[in-house]
């Protein structure tokens, strides 16, 4: 409906309302019919649907499928006379997967409950009238035909025809882009000559849901609620758009597909060899049966390596390190929407950031002052305001420019309250954007005084004379030249020049117009003024700069402002490196994917040049992150590698659009959570070392038994092996520490191998000398039972033998754990023992202690098909080949810092 067509009058009536508002029960019942004032959220998907995402990882897909096949092994082997210890493994298996479900369930539910918390801590009041009296009401149950006030520092909260409107000004950024205030009217509007319709950013008479009221008052009745509303349809249409995936996941479904590929290869080729071992090789006879019983032992030894394969905790673990980054990163104001984007932040190359509250403080405040009275000066700013300062409070409610000059006034000993009542307002001229001034009339003791306050160059030449040292002195070209001086030194300083003036009448003046008013006048004296950047900023920058990340700086103010800023924080070095959002429009999208390293800084943007930038830079290969707070910047997020939105000023649409949500608005922030991603990435590198290179060991040992036609491992000890020796150190080993100079690394290009800087290499070495290591335990505990090598391949069963591999196994896995705190560095560092990860050393004193029950508690004996015990000797012997693996590895490292070395000296 275009009520702005329309005059009110018309609009109540067509919305059956009235100026006295809605009774309580029409209210009740349009809340009823037409839903709550909200915009609708992304359909959640159910737990089940989460459930069903969580086991279709082609890993636990490949273990179900070893489940069903051990099921068909079992029948087969037991011919319908079966127990329900006969599927122990079975069981074993699909705990895994359920437990692994349930974990990922709790972490996501997890993250949408604390999304869900910020949202409710950010619901707002209305001041309604509803029968007849002024109520104050939750925004959300607002209804079409409701009357709301507003006032400067109110959040509109739904679309609203204009009733009344006293000097009304609204910051509707969120909504159009446009960074000015926007002045507000009553009157009905005209569609331009030519035009079917008025656009958006000039309905005067309306106010928009997601804008805030920043200047006057007025009263307004309500059009549109919930998805109805301007922000509602923006809201709509970014619910259509689709998410890429981040790197991590891109890196993990990799490895997916190539375990998966590896299980199946392996284990055909394990079967095929199996079958023609029992075929072929042996001295029976061939029959239908012997295939039969053949077939049955490959399937078996197929179950044990794919079992050996999969590293069935790495799922869980991964989903486990994340989590514990999000809660980490939470304490420090950053909540994450999305559990993978963690990571994402950790390999950003590239921060395109907002500057008003981000990179600053969003406050305006007075750097600067050139007059001869500070008192006046600051209660002619004051008085000449319309913010409002509350008895009691610190800081001042309105338009931010006013409410800065009502805060200085206030830190110099002059509340606006106090000097309201000894001086009350009469008349005004309110500001207008033609005169660029603003003027007050006040009651004095003797007489009245006119305040007037505006840009310099508007000010200055409505003046007659200058205050100086308490006496009024000629405006003369000596002294105007020196307060031009003065205003040239705050505009080349990047500060918004302010002048205040005042003039003196014995009577109320008759004309109160502006044109009477402003002339004659008393210049006071100039303010300069800018809203100055945080203080851990800085440091966050310089950061950024070691780290490899380019911070860009992407703002709606002025060029000078944008580049002074920029100078300051160490964004940029020269004007040159910076640009308008209008240089951009002379780009072709192809032209900009090389222009836009040539800047990083851009002023008098708009909201369609911040996707540009962003796709511009994702062009070139970069993964980009991209800050914003309205309803405009929602796309730009979206479009962005991770989209990292405002907690105090962001909007409901662009929350939900974001991947991060920032508690504080701070950029420092932004560098703590990129910090955060990058050793948890760092970590997750460490845990899939370390259990990949466990696993290629297991299929190795695993295959080699099965070509030699023996047992050295059943399936239950795999699992226990992954599940438990593998899984806890590996969860453990994710919460270690950042290692030092994580933050002085390049980021990871974004189509990085996750195998990539040596930890492929390691993994497949690592591996050899595990499996080595473990199948040399196999033949002496073979001996020592036997008391030969004679038999070794015959088939026959070793219980000695296969109980010292799962010792080794074991024991080697937990020093692997130990040896990955640092995939490069000694772990006999200094910084190693001066930041202990006590969970590491918790979790290795915890699988040591399980492992050995497993060999000597009875009932675990039995669980895992071992009835004998080892003696002291064959202890010993396990445990020093998994000793080994310290000396083997420390050397290994050292070669590879050796090569890191080199390397770096080529490319310097």
């Not at 805030?212 to 007025?218: A, D």
């Not at 009339?441 to 100086?468: S, W």
């Not at 970069?622 to 800050?627: E, G, K, W």
Request: charged share 20%; net charge negative; hydrophobic share 45%.
């Amino acid at each position: 409906m275009e009520y702005y067509l329309e005059d009110k009058e018309q609009v109540l009536e067509e919305l059956h309302s009235a100026a006295q508002g809605l009774s309580a029960a029409e209210a009740a019942e349009r809340l009823q019919k037409n839903g709550k004032n909200r915009l609708k959220e992304a359909e959640k998907r159910s737990m089940w649907r989460k459930f069903l995402d969580s086991v279709t990882d082609p890993m636990i897909l490949m273990l179900l499928g070893a489940a069903l096949v051990q099921v068909v092994v079992t029948l087969l082997e037991t011919r319908g006379s079966f127990t329900l210890g006969s599927f122990t493994d079975v069981f074993v298996i699909l705990a895994v997967v359920i437990i692994n479900a349930i974990m990922s369930l709790i972490q996501e539910n997890k993250a949408e409950a604390a999304m869900s918390a910020l949202m409710e801590m950010t619901a707002e009041t209305s001041k309604v009238i509803r029968d007849g009296e002024m109520q104050l009401v939750k925004s959300e149950e607002l209804v079409v035909g409701d009357i709301v006030r507003f006032e400067a520092g109110d959040t509109v909260p739904a679309d609203c025809r204009i009733l009344e409107s006293y000097s009304l000004k609204t910051e509707e950024a969120a909504l159009t882009g446009e960074s000015l205030p926007a002045e507000k009217l009553v009157d009905v509007l005209m569609c331009a000559e030519g035009q079917k319709d008025v656009p958006l950013g000039d309905r005067a008479n309306m106010l928009y849901s997601g804008s805030t009221v920043v200047y006057g008052r007025g009263t307004g009745v309500v059009t549109a609620t919930g998805m109805d509303t301007e922000m509602g349809k923006i809201a709509g249409a970014l619910s259509m758009a689709e998410n890429e995936q981040t790197p991590l996941q891109i890196r993990m479904a990799e490895l997916s597909a190539f375990l998966t590929k590896l299980v199946i290869g392996i284990c055909v080729l394990v079967f095929a060899v199996s079958c023609v071992q029992t075929v072929v090789l042996t001295d029976t006879p061939f029959s239908w049966e012997l295939l039969g019983s053949g077939a049955v032992n490959s399937l078996v030894a197929a179950i044990a390596l794919a079992v050996a394969a999969i590293p069935e905790g790495l799922p869980a673990v991964v989903t486990i390190v994340l989590s514990i980054g999000v809660t980490d990163m939470a304490r420090h104001q950053a909540l994450i929407r999305k559990l993978t984007a963690v990571e994402t932040l950790g390999c950003t190359q590239i921060i395109c950031t907002d500057k008003t509250g981000t990179l600053t403080q969003n406050k305006m405040t007075v750097v600067q002052e050139f007059t001869s009275d500070s008192p006046l000066m600051a209660t002619t700013m004051a008085l000449c305001s319309d913010a409002e300062l509350k008895p009691g409070e610190e800081s001042s409610i309105g338009e931010p420019t006013e409410a800065a000059l009502v805060n200085y006034a206030r830190k110099l000993g002059l509340p606006k309250y106090e000097l309201e009542a000894a001086q009350p307002r009469v008349a005004e001229a309110p500001f207008d954007s033609d005169r660029k001034m603003m003027t007050t009339i006040h009651q004095a003791e003797k007489g009245f005084i006119q305040y007037t306050k505006g840009a310099c160059d508007m000010v200055l030449p409505n003046c007659t004379g200058v205050l100086k040292d308490g006496q009024v002195v000629a405006l003369t070209d000596e002294v105007l030249e020196e307060i031009l001086k003065v205003n040239k030194s705050y505009a080349d300083q990047a500060l918004r020049v302010l002048a205040a003036a005042y003039r003196s009448y014995d009577a109320m003046p008759d004309d109160t117009r502006p044109e009477s008013l402003e002339q004659s006048l008393i210049l006071i004296g100039l303010y300069g003024m800018i809203d100055p950047c945080r203080p851990e900023v800085y440091e966050a920058i310089e950061k950024c700069r070691m780290a490899g990340i380019r911070p860009i700086m992407i703002t709606g103010d002025h060029k000078d402002t944008a580049v002074a800023i920029g100078k300051d924080l160490g964004i940029i070095s020269s004007a040159e490196e910076a640009a308008l959002g209008s240089d951009l429009d002379k780009y072709t999208d192809e032209e900009l994917v090389d222009a836009v390293n040539w800047y990083s800084v851009y002023a008098r943007v708009q909201p369609e040049h911040k996707t540009r930038i962003v796709r511009a830079w994702q062009a070139r290969g970069m993964v980009t992150a991209m800050t914003g707070d309205g309803v405009n910047d929602a796309p730009s997020i979206k479009s962005a590698d991770i989209g990292i939105g405002m907690g105090i000023t962001g909007t409901p649409v662009t929350k939900s659009a974001a991947d991060m949500v920032l508690a504080d608005d701070n950029f420092a922030t932004i560098i703590r959570a990129v910090e955060a991603g990058r050793k948890i990435y760092d970590n997750i590198c460490k845990v899939l070392q370390f259990q990949l290179s466990t696993n290629l060991a297991e299929i190795l040992i695993i295959f080699f038994a099965s070509i030699l036609n023996f047992t050295i491992l059943k399936p239950v000890h795999l699992l226990w092996i992954n599940m438990v020796t593998d899984t806890l150190p590996g969860l453990a080993l994710g919460m270690e520490g950042a290692e030092s100079g994580l933050m002085k690394r390049k980021p990871r290009p974004k189509n990085e191998s996750i195998f990539a800087n040596g930890v492929g290499f390691s993994m497949v070495w690592q591996g050899l000398y595990l499996a080595a290591i473990e199948i040399a335990a196999y033949y002496v505990g073979f001996y020592l039972e036997k008391g030969s090598f004679s038999g070794i391949a015959n088939g026959s069963w070793c219980e000695k033998a296969v109980v010292m591999v799962f010792l080794t196994v074991s024991f080697a896995e937990i020093l692997c754990a130990l040896n990955m705190r640092s995939r490069t560095g000694s772990i006999f560092r200094k910084e190693m023992f001066e930041n202990m990860n006590w969970w590491l050393a918790g979790a290795v004193a915890i699988t040591l202690l399980v492992t050995i029950a497993t060999v000597t508690v009875p009932g675990f004996r039995g669980l895992f098909g071992i009835h004998g015990t080892l003696t002291l000797k064959e202890f010993v012997v396990s445990a020093g080949l998994a000793l080994s693996t310290i000396p083997a590895f420390e050397l290994g490292k050292a070669i590879q810092r050796a090569k890191q070395r080199k390397k770096l000296a080529g490319e310097k």
